[in-house]
């Protein structure tokens, strides 16, 4: 390689980093503001000082929002919620995708396709059937109505992936498992579910995350209090002439730490899922 393509690939180096740190700075800039917020005293919420931790700054807002708030509340609603939608999310993708992937019966592919249809409308044209639904099912005001109104719009997402993923795994392994002797339903769930957990990570972690900081289906489901989840919690911070910005801050990165853990624990089977997931669909 001469010297001034070695001089041009680097420069292009030092751009595409140059870019990359650019966008990356980007990103973490509003989180570091909202972490700003949060330390500030009440009276300098709207300070214009770029300091990351302000003057006098106070945990205050962090102790107000766990102890005189009904945030632990919200979240014991939030998680009871995400985990429910999480289990039958997985459950019903990775058996319902498993059907799409391995066998051809009558309706195989307008079901298939009527799973990716449903992901051509955006959500607030389906706010006003949803209620309809969840009035005339009694469900209103309730965790199940709020749970299946969650797995409904995930599944057709973890549906494709969990399929796009099935479809990567030989279909001669559950045939040898069949010939040693196993039936079709161990053949599935000790040979070809154990090997897709990539994917299953995949759908757990969509499945949680579209639960847990959703607000437009809990506000048209859930009216009680009692029953608020996070995000519906947090707007309830938002008053009519006063908001109170330190305190919706701090629980804004409480709100971030659940799901930051679940990345960090399911980051092994996410990168693997991700890259062999699309292979083959």
Not at 72 to 88: D, I, K, P, Y
Not at 125 to 135: D, G, H, I, N, S
Not at 201 to 207: H, K, V
Not at 259 to 266: A, I, P, Q, R, Y
Request: aromatic share 14%; net charge positive.
């Amino acid at each position: 390689m001469t010297g001034p393509d070695r001089a041009r690939r680097r420069s292009v180096s030092v751009l595409k980093h140059a870019f990359l740190a650019l966008f990356a700075l980007a990103t973490v800039y509003p989180i570091l503001q909202i972490v700003t917020v949060s330390l500030r005293p009440a009276d300098r919420l709207y300070s214009t000082s770029l300091a990351l931790i302000p003057p006098d700054a106070t945990l205050r807002a962090f102790r107000a929002i766990l102890f005189e708030k009904d945030f632990l509340l919200w979240m014991r609603n939030s998680f009871l919620v995400s985990m429910a939608v999480t289990v039958l999310g997985v459950t019903l993708a990775s058996t319902a995708a498993y059907a799409f992937s391995r066998f051809r019966f009558p309706g195989w592919r307008v079901g298939l396709y009527s799973f990716l249809l449903t992901q051509l409308f955006p959500a607030t044209m389906l706010m006003l059937p949803l209620y309809v639904l969840m009035k005339a099912l009694h469900l209103l005001d309730t965790f199940a109505g709020l749970t299946v109104a969650y797995t409904a719009t995930a599944l057709p997402f973890c549906v494709w992936t969990m399929r796009g993923y099935y479809d990567t795994i030989p279909v001669e392994l559950e045939q040898a498992a069949l010939i040693d002797g196993c039936g079709p339903w161990a053949a599935f769930t000790r040979v070809t579910l154990p090997l897709a957990a990539p994917a299953l990570a995949i759908t757990a972690l969509f499945s949680f995350m579209a639960a847990w900081s959703e607000f437009l289906v809990a506000r048209i489901i859930i009216h009680r209090q009692e029953l608020y989840t996070l995000p519906l919690g947090l707007e309830s911070l938002a008053g009519q002439f006063q908001t109170e910005w330190a305190n919706y801050a701090a629980g804004s990165l409480f709100v971030c730490v659940p799901v930051m853990v679940l990345f960090v624990v399911l980051n092994r089977w996410l990168v693997s899922g991700l890259a062999l997931g699309g292979v083959k669909g």
